[in-house]
């Protein structure tokens, strides 16, 4: 099969659902299988919640840390997500790369596959 590029999009709240922690662990199960396949995660909309510093991390450290020691921690979230919620760049976790809409459009076209959660 070999190596594939995945994108994982979080586009629901980090509250009131299991989407964002599942999703978090379909990332890790696809990162570590025998392929090792690059895996990345971006946060859209209301997902953006996620990438605040300090908040809705308490279920899913365990796959960040996973994440983190398979290979490079790929997450990501859109700057215009940010700006609609009126969350600033000072208020995001320095574990995100902020990333332009026109960014995650490109990561859309070069994956091979991709999930919203």
Known sequence: MGEKKILFMFLRPPFGNIYYTEGLRAAVGMMSGLDEHK?????????????????YKEDTRGYLNTLEKFGELNLNVEKESLDELDISKDEVDPM?????R???????????LAYDF
Do not use: N, W
């Open 96 to 100: 995100f790369k902020v990333v332009s």
């Open 39 to 55: 895996v990345t995660c971006v946060y859209l909309g209301d997902g953006a919640f996620y990438s605040l510093k300090d908040r």
């Open 102 to 112: 026109d960014e995650v459009a490109d990561m859309i076209k070069e994956c091979d």
